[in-house]
């Protein structure tokens, strides 16, 4: 009985065996199939992602042209527009270059930049572009139709609103100042809006994308969406104080919209100060006042005012100023300071550095004196008188011993 079962056992193993022998052969010819690429050798297509497209009257186009490589073969492959609508423009770039080919590895996918700028005038109608790619050895052709629909619109703001967060900014007139502009495009299209500004003569008025530096010159809005655009404003140097007016306008086809933005300008502060003869050092013995004169000129486009005077110096030195204030200084305007300096009585013989201080309204300059403290001329003629003493005893002296 236990043969028997022992018999059976083997007989159960031997069959597991067989059919795993048998499946497992198919199950790794399966793994492989699915392994297996079944992209065709060759193969390119041409597309954009929409066939046709309708916008405003005199708006450009701008989307991009995909190339796709669907073989197993890597492909140089030539890019044309075979087909132009009458009055419109059509440009493809890649980068900064216009492009007529361009290389595209298996399986991957390219595009290019593609722009139709209708002429003015360009009324409403349907309007078609043909694309055509071709492999280099000319056996792959890929073609592809683009439709454009122009329609009529309103004239008008309507579409288009611009709101500023802060129409009026003040600074100095070496200052840049930036606007920040919401655009909103209340149409039913996605569509590119055109920017541009006047302001005063020799003013630089550029656009950038919020929070990046590079300029621009138009920005490309979904229907029901807005977007930020700054408006950075340079005033000319030589720009006196005051209000300045800068009307920027955005348009797409007919639809127009503008606002106005102000700068005030409150001038700038640059206070220069000196001697008359640009001499900054004096002579001074100690304990006695010297008086020198000071020139402050205001070099600035704008007024200061409360202008006033301190001064840096060693210890137990005076300084005092004549006038002690300025109340105003208009722009190239200049006034005289007199200035009186002490030295100790105890300095010592030497040089010293004294600072003095203009402290204007919104500048300040200052101005270092080199002061060489000598010894006072009564100092001189008692060391003489002292000399002439010792000589005279020396005499006496000599005398009478001589008379000895």
């Not at 028997?4 to 065996?17: K, Q, W």
């Not at 492909?75 to 059509?90: L, P």
């Not at 950075?232 to 503008?258: C, D, F, H, M, W």
Request: glycine residues 8%; hydrophobic residues 40%.
């Amino acid at each position: 009985m236990g043969r028997v079962s022992y018999l059976r056992r083997l007989f159960t193993v031997a069959i597991i065996i067989f059919v795993l022998l048998g499946v497992a052969p198919a199950l790794i010819m399966a793994q492989e199939t699915d392994k297996k690429d079944n992209r065709p050798e060759r193969g390119i297509a041409l597309y954009t992602d929409y066939s046709g497209v309708a916008v405003a009257k005199g708006e450009t186009v701008q989307m991009d042209l995909t190339l796709e490589n669907k073989g197993r073969t890597d492909e140089n492959v030539d890019v044309r527009i075979t087909s132009v609508a009458k009055d419109w423009k059509a440009t493809l770039k890649g980068a900064r270059y216009r492009v007529t080919g361009m290389y595209v590895p298996n399986g991957k996918a390219k595009t290019l930049a593609l722009t139709l700028e209708p002429a003015k005038g360009i009324g409403p109608g349907k309007y078609a572009f043909q694309f055509e790619a071709k492999t280099a050895d000319g056996k792959l052709t890929a073609n592809h139709t683009l439709s454009v629909d122009v329609q009529e619109r309103t004239v008008g703001a309507d579409n288009i609103q611009i709101t500023a967060a802060y129409p009026v900014l003040r600074g100095q007139t070496d200052s840049k100042f930036e606007f920040s502009l919401e655009v909103m495009n209340k149409g039913d299209m996605e569509r590119t809006f055109n920017l541009s500004a006047v302001g005063p003569e020799k003013w630089e008025i550029n656009f950038k994308p919020a929070y990046e530096q590079k300029q621009i010159s138009s920005i490309r809005v979904k229907e029901g969406q807005n977007q930020t655009v700054a408006v950075e404003v340079t005033p000319n140097q030589n720009a006196n104080s005051g209000e300045y007016p800068v009307l920027v306008r955005i348009s797409s086809g007919e639809s127009k919209a503008e606002v106005k933005l102000t700068v005030n300008l409150t001038g700038t502060y640059r206070l220069d100060a000196g001697t008359p003869n640009g001499i900054l050092s004096l002579e001074a013995f100690g304990g006695k006042p010297v008086t020198f004169s000071l020139f402050v000129r205001n070099n600035g486009s704008a007024v200061n005012r409360n202008i006033s005077f301190s001064s840096f110096k060693p210890e137990n030195w005076e300084t005092t100023f004549k006038p002690e204030k300025i109340e105003s200084l208009a722009p190239g305007a200049m006034k005289q300071v007199e200035v009186t300096v002490t030295p100790g009585r105890q300095s010592l013989v030497g040089d010293y550095s004294v600072g003095l201080m203009v402290n204007g309204e919104k500048a300040d300059k200052t101005v270092e004196m080199r002061v060489t403290v000598k010894a006072s001329s009564a100092w001189g003629w008692i060391g003489i008188g002292i000399i002439l003493l010792v000589i005279a005893g020396l005499s006496f002296l000599f005398i009478k011993m001589g008379r000895r």
